[in-house]
């Protein structure tokens, strides 16, 4: 194996903060430590394309064609080929909207799976869900239990099943104190399928 490293617009080492491959292909995006998001091809090595400049690069489409992006506004789901942009919002679960964490993409491109919270008009109190939106509507696929909430989510690559990390009850969870990633210690996963729950 020969290594080549991978260099900046002008030629200099790059500096990265995140990186994703594109599914399916020789590609990949880096974000670099401006936050400028850059494409290459390890198959034809070059000078990298600039996509465009976020604070955080969360994420890349099933088929590799989208990237999740977020900055200072919020989520945002930029196309690689076209460098278009469009704005993501959680959608209206019984007339309110929640607040949302990170979402997923699901295969075809604009469904997404989402960890959602409401809080309780005295904001004492939050309840999260587990939502599939289709940028209309959010559809509740998961709810922990009273006193619970939702800790971590994954979703397989067809877009088929998530596991879910939940604390079941947060009044009495412990922290393994693992500075600075602490997780409680009563976390149970579960797998559900999201196109039947």
């Given at each position: ?164 990390a939940t604390v079941p009850d947060v009044g009495t969870s412990t922290s393994d104190g693992y500075y600075p ?17």
């Amino acid at each position: 194996h020969v290594v080549t490293p991978v260099a900046a617009l002008d030629g200099s080492n790059l500096g990265v903060l995140d990186w994703q491959v594109l599914p399916g292909t020789s590609q990949f995006v880096v974000q670099t430590f401006d936050q400028t998001v850059l494409l290459f091809d390890a198959a034809s090595p070059a000078l990298p394309t600039p996509i465009g400049t976020w604070t955080e690069l969360d994420g890349v489409s099933p088929d590799g064609t989208l990237l999740l992006v977020k900055d200072a506004f919020g989520n945002a789901v930029v196309s690689i080929a076209k460098g278009t942009e469009t704005r993501i919002t959680p959608s209206p679960i019984d007339g309110e909207i929640p607040y949302s964490a990170t979402p997923v993409l699901l295969p075809d491109g604009h469904t997404r799976v989402q960890s959602v919270v409401f809080l309780s008009p005295d904001l004492t109190s939050s309840h999260s869900f587990l939502v599939v939106d289709d940028g209309t509507t959010g559809h509740v696929v998961y709810t922990p239990p009273d006193g619970g909430a939702i800790d971590s989510f994954t979703v397989s690559p067809n877009g088929q099943y998530a596991a879910i990390a939940t604390v079941p009850d947060v009044g009495t969870s412990t922290s393994d104190g693992y500075y600075p990633f602490a997780k409680a210690t009563n976390i149970l996963t579960i797998v559900i399928d999201l196109a039947t729950s």
